[in-house]
């Protein structure tokens, strides 16, 4: 039997592909002047598969420095983890120096696009290595992080709390891949009030000794460019994330695409790669190798609206829709 339906050109043959007709509608965020997608098509073709999926084969991966958080606000940089650790609590002025002498020396090469992958791997593990025994040497204390990120300028990106809480309605897990440092990073969502049961982040993390003083990392440093090894060696072993084969994942670096490769057998990976900084340097290699590029977008309004597609499908007044329906 054919069903025809006025205002759709194409007969369809069953009820529910007349629904898929339906509500493969357009996502008006990514018309945004902010938003370059190098093949509009085959990204709505994989956010539609996505959406026919469900909940229950998504999960989201995502960077968290300058990815979740915003990167600047009043035309200020917002502070990074390990920026937010540059605080007379925990380190004196001497290490705030030499920590942005580093920081001068190696962002650079960090967002070079004339510089590959392989040259830039040696020298970002220099950098954080350097900074982290700089920490060290500082014996910062446990107990004054929470007090540090509080008088912190930390901020998330406007649109956050749709972001953490519909993941979290919906059970979809969110996985933090982050080269900043794990203890700060948890303090910062937890005291936005986001920190769900399906975040899972893996990070730097300090280790304290038993009077609550940082005497070193926990294991293998976490870098921008070796997320990958991070995410094959961590990712697999959380149970939450099996059986879940589509993917978006969110970054501000080329080095975040490398994220997804601890999912086993993936069908479709979404990537959003939030371009903040030397724009015209590096737009063209970010648009040939994310999927969609967000330029100067300090909002969670493209991957929320991502996710209004792809999870509200069929349903009638969850949160977001409701968010966004006013």
């Not at 040497?137 to 972001?163: C, H, N, P, W």
């Not at 700060?184 to 300090?206: A, C, G, T």
């Amino acid at each position: 039997m054919i069903y025809h339906v006025p205002w759709i050109y194409t007969p369809v043959r069953t009820v529910l592909a007349i629904w898929h007709q339906l509500t493969k509608t357009e996502i008006p965020e990514l018309a945004k002047c902010s938003v370059l997608m190098r093949e509009r098509s085959r990204v709505e073709e994989t956010i539609h598969c996505m959406q026919r999926a469900g909940a229950g084969n998504l999960q989201v991966i995502s960077d968290f420095d300058m990815t979740l958080t915003r990167f600047a606000h009043n035309s200020k940089r917002v502070p990074t983890t390990h920026n937010i650790l540059d605080n007379r609590l925990l380190i004196n002025e001497d290490c705030t120096k030499k920590m942005r002498e580093l920081l001068n020396t190696y962002y650079p090469i960090e967002i070079d696009a004339s510089r590959s992958a392989e040259e830039k791997l040696p020298l970002m593990v220099e950098w954080w290595t350097k900074v982290h025994e700089l920490l060290i040497q500082q014996k910062i204390r446990k107990d004054m992080l929470a007090r540090a990120v509080k008088e912190s300028s930390a901020m998330l990106r406007e649109g956050y709390k749709v972001f953490f809480d519909h993941l979290a309605e919906h059970q979809v897990p969110l996985l933090i891949l982050s080269a900043g440092v794990g203890d700060v990073l948890e303090e910062v969502i937890r005291q936005n009030h986001v920190f769900h049961p399906n975040v899972h982040i893996i990070s730097n993390y300090m280790d304290f000794d038993h009077t609550g003083v940082l005497q070193a990392f926990k294991g293998q440093l976490i870098h921008t460019f070796n997320k990958r090894e991070g995410a094959l060696s961590h990712a697999a072993g959380l149970r939450e994330l099996q059986g879940r084969p589509n993917v978006l994942l969110l970054g501000d670096s080329l080095g975040d695409l490398t994220m997804a490769d601890g999912v086993s057998e993936p069908q479709n990976v979404l990537t959003v790669g939030f371009l903040n900084d030397q724009v015209e340097e590096r737009k063209e290699s970010y648009i040939n190798s994310f999927d969609i590029v967000l330029v100067k977008d300090e909002t969670m309004d493209v991957p929320n609206a991502i996710l209004r597609k792809k999870l509200c499908f069929m349903c009638t007044a969850c949160y977001l829709c409701v968010r966004y329906s006013h």
